[in-house]
């Protein structure tokens, strides 16, 4: 059962279970300008100098963890000796922790399914610099083996302590509050209208969008406080339901925007979401009235404005190809959509796309 630290006090809660735990030798796993820059290095250095510790820094891996690099961070780990790991940083930086901590504690290729229980695992503490990923509260991780993405899944994936700092997502320019809370807010919808749902997930849903549809664009134009504390704990809550569902089609879309046409996630999600989210929401009244649309005008058209409104429109795709890029769609997430994809819809989507 994981713990959630959120608001001003998290950082010292994070504190005392350290030094209640007798902890003292820490692995810490960071990003490499984004920890300086949210204040984590300054805040990390204080309660590591206040408890004694002994910390190794590990950052040397690439935005998007290839399992050579995870394979490196689980052989620095064992070299540390350290009783702890800390995370630091936006959904690459947990995500790799969450790969490097299971694999210190599980023997099996991390692109599989069979695991064996080698050793206890060491606790993890997972510190997101955005308002976005929800990694922090998720029981699976992203790793790349020859350039093909994998997602592993499994309980033990989940950090021990999630802690939401609001404060160190300040920091975070204007286009990257919109990719990471655009993400945030995809996952909540799509978790809202998965094939998985359960009650559970659809109450973490609804709570997340709640928080993060009227502060999102807030967020981007004109942040403060109060929306940015919104964003990091709906990012959270949207977290928790895509746990329990996983996402849809626009995820399962995403991924070669990101990797053939180098558009970060969350601007990847976003580029057929207005599209899923007309094909998805017409038999949906829950969610259209709590998102108050206009149920005279294409859903399609006002979730195209909301995303152009954040900076996060089509700008191209260079010289791919669509229909190659549309043809790398991930199935295993695709199979979570509530309607069905047919190769029409795909020719469809192609169309929405090149307009």
């Known amino acids: 059962m994981q713990e959630l630290y959120i608001g001003d006090t998290a950082l010292l809660q994070m504190q005392n279970t350290l030094h209640e735990s007798g902890i003292r030798n820490v692995f810490l796993v960071r990003g490499k300008l984004s920890f300086a820059q949210s204040g984590a290095r300054q805040a990390l250095d204080r309660i590591m100098a206040e408890e004694d510790m ?3 820094e ?30 630091v940083g936006g959904g690459s930086v947990l995500d790799m ?15 599989g399914t069979d695991f064996t229980k080698r050793r206890s695992l060491l606790p993890l503490f997972a510190l997101p610099t955005t308002a976005g990923t929800g990694c922090e509260t998720t029981p699976f991780a992203v790793c790349y083996k020859g350039g093909v993405k994998y997602s592993v899944a499994h309980a033990d994936m989940l950090p021990d302590y999630a802690i939401i700092y609001p404060p160190f997502t300040y920091s975070n320019s204007p286009y990257l509050t919109a990719c990471a809370g655009f993400d945030a807010f995809a996952h909540a919808v799509e978790s809202y209208w998965n094939k998985n749902a359960t009650v559970q997930s659809k109450g973490y849903a609804f709570r997340a969008i709640d928080l993060l549809w009227k502060n999102l664009p807030l967020s981007v134009s004109s942040p403060t406080e109060e929306v940015r504390s919104a964003m ?53 009244d829950a969610l259209v009235g709590r998102l108050a649309l206009n149920q005279s005008e294409s859903f399609c058209c006002q979730m195209k404005s909301f995303v152009e409104g954040l900076g996060l429109g089509n700008q191209g795709f260079k010289d791919a190809d669509v229909d190659a890029l549309l043809s790398k769609v991930n199935l295993q997430r695709l199979k979570n959509n509530p309607v069905e994809v047919s190769e029409e819809n795909i020719r469809h989507l192609k169309e929405y796309l090149l307009q």
């Open 54 to 56: 002994t910390v190794s």
């Open 58 to 87: 590990w950052s040397d891996f690439q935005v998007n963890p290839k399992i050579e690099e995870a394979e490196l961070g689980i052989q620095l780990l064992s070299e540390s000796g350290a009783a702890a790991i800390i995370a």
């Open 97 to 111: 922790a969450k790969l490097i901590r299971f694999g210190y504690s599980y023997k099996g290729d991390l692109t």
């Open 232 to 284: 990091a704990e709906g990012a959270y809550w949207a977290g928790r339901a895509i746990a329990i569902t996983k996402t849809t089609a626009p995820h399962a879309f995403s991924y070669a925007f990101t990797t053939r046409c180098g558009y970060p996630h969350g601007h990847a999600v976003a580029l057929t979401f207005p599209f899923f989210f007309e094909m998805n929401l017409k038999r949906d």
